[in-house]
């Protein structure tokens, strides 16, 4: 039988993954990625329970979960620094079977990549154009493959379609190490949130999220961060201080409209290219990596055709799904009438913790599918 081609455009997390799953699966796969280097910018990652069961089936679990730290607690508080709700770890893992794990994005990317031979990975190909036969256009050259894998994030070229401006900026940042004795959580305001997690090494990973303009990103790095954020409760402002300026990272947050399919000709679509997402859910890697496990899986024993439709009623459904609840949960925790967010407060300290880790029951409980 002849081996099967596959080009995947994008060598971040999804199209890593979806590389790796291919390849274990006795595809030929090259993975072009427009960046000089298979890397990632400087930013934590949360990985929940149906994440790691997705990289356990891609033989990466434990490896990958030994560099990240486990999460013993956190939960949501008020701009005040009341607890609204709180979530503990050892209930997750009872229910899930993985504990809530946050890694290094860079410490994944590298992970991925390192599972695939050297000669798989070309990093400085920006394509310019994929079309439905599985030919990509780069550079002036061509790849020609049974299946091309548009991995390319939310401004795909293999999507070909824009995304929208969420009405949101974002911030990240990794503090070096610091001595705290709280656990991670998520503070919500008025028009804005911002939470910490924490990192191996004791240091912690640091996120934001306020209601601005399109391009407020462009001007509004470390200084925005600090202005909005420094007299909120500890530990924030600690966090904050410990941070240079120059390892702020600001993005304004895009999402992709509800797609009619992520399936174009021999062109399957994954990770954010189909379904960029609000990070109010700390999903958008987890549901990449099941994106990448379960298009294997759909490809083992059948058909092109058959198998990208299959895929495509598995995870279109579950990701519009899921990226539609992250949008809700984003809009709540950036409301800013005071009469709005001191009732959603209210709704929030009222619910028992254990209602609300059910609620995420549909979300976490993911496994891979049969072939």
């Known amino acids: 039988m002849a081996v099967r081609t596959a080009v995947v455009v994008g060598g971040g997390i999804a199209g890593l993954a979806a590389a790796v799953a291919l390849d274990r699966r006795g595809w030929r796969v090259t993975v072009l990625e427009r960046a000089p280097a298979f890397t990632d910018v400087g930013a934590g990652l949360s990985l929940w329970p149906n994440a790691l069961h997705a990289l356990d089936a ?19 508080r008020s701009r005040g620094g009341r607890w609204l709700s709180r979530t503990r770890n050892a209930e997750v ?33 920006e394509v310019v154009k994929v079309r439905p036969d599985g030919v990509v256009a780069h550079g002036g050259r061509f790849f020609a493959a049974d299946l091309v894998v548009g991995a390319d994030g939310v401004r795909s070229v293999v999507r070909g379609t824009l995304p929208r401006h969420t009405g949101c900026t974002a911030w990240r940042a990794i503090t070096p190490p610091l001595e ?44 925005g961060l600090r202005h909005r954020f420094a007299e909120w409760p500890d530990p924030i402002p600690r966090l904050l201080a410990s941070v240079d300026d120059s390892d702020v990272l600001c993005h304004d947050v895009y999402d992709v409209p509800p797609l009619d399919s992520y399936v174009r000709g021999n062109a399957v679509l994954l990770g954010d290219a189909a379904h960029a997402m609000d990070p109010m859910l700390g999903q958008g890697a987890c549901q990449a990596l099941e994106d990448a496990v379960t298009l294997a899986v759909c490809l083992d024993g059948a058909d092109l055709a058959t198998a990208l439709a299959r895929y495509d009623r598995e995870r279109r459904p579950r990701t519009q799904a899921v990226a539609h609840r992250a ?45």
Do not use: K
């Not at 891609?58 to 949501?76: F, I, K, M, P, Y």
């Not at 229910?95 to 994944?108: E, I, K, M, Q, S």
């Not at 008025?190 to 640091?206: C, D, K, S, V």
């Open 327 to 371: 949008a809700r949960l984003g809009a709540v925790a950036r409301w800013r009438s005071p009469v709005a967010t001191a009732l959603r407060d209210l709704a929030a300290w009222s619910v028992p913790a254990g209602v609300t880790l059910r609620s995420m029951a549909p979300v976490l409980s993911w496994r891979p599918p049969r072939a």
């Open 93 to 125: 893992i009872r229910r899930f079977g993985w504990p809530l794990t946050v890694v290094h994005r860079a410490d994944l990317v590298r992970t991925l990549a390192d599972a695939l031979p050297a000669s798989a990975l070309r990093s400085g190909c």
């Open 180 to 223: 705290l004795d709280t656990p991670g959580a998520v503070l919500w305001g008025r028009g804005e949130r911002i939470g910490f997690t924490a990192l191996p090494g004791n240091r912690f990973y640091l996120f934001a999220a306020a209601t601005a303009p399109a391009t407020t990103a462009a001007s509004a790095a470390a200084a």
């Open 58 to 76: 891609l033989g990466l679990g434990d490896a990958v979960a030994a560099l990240g730290a486990v999460q013993t607690g956190g939960g949501v």
